[in-house]
């Protein structure tokens, strides 16, 4: 996780539907805001290294595994939105 302003990046290592894995970029909101909704750094009960992440998100139209989080599933079940717009910005 970079924890960067104005756009935070989460590297996720992802397991593709053939077993390989690969790692995807996504970009998301601002470190302050993904503090608002709880995601903060491991010791402020977010993101830990190791743990299992589902991300929904809009994939880069070029076809390099990277994209916009739309939304997060954390290891204890929580769902946290995190773009509520159209990936077009319409």
Request: net charge neutral; glycine share 14%.
């Amino acid at each position: 996780m970079e924890w960067i302003n104005p756009h935070s990046m989460m590297h996720l290592e992802v397991t593709n539907k053939d077993g390989s894995k690969a790692i995807w970029i996504f970009q998301t909101t601002a470190a302050g805001a993904l503090r608002q909704r709880g995601l903060g750094r491991a010791a402020e009960g977010g993101f830990e290294v190791g743990k299992t992440y589902t991300a929904t998100g809009f994939a880069a139209r070029n076809g390099n595994p990277m994209g916009f989080l739309k939304e997060i599933t954390m290891p204890d079940g929580r769902h946290v939105t995190m773009w509520f717009g159209d990936p077009n910005g319409d």
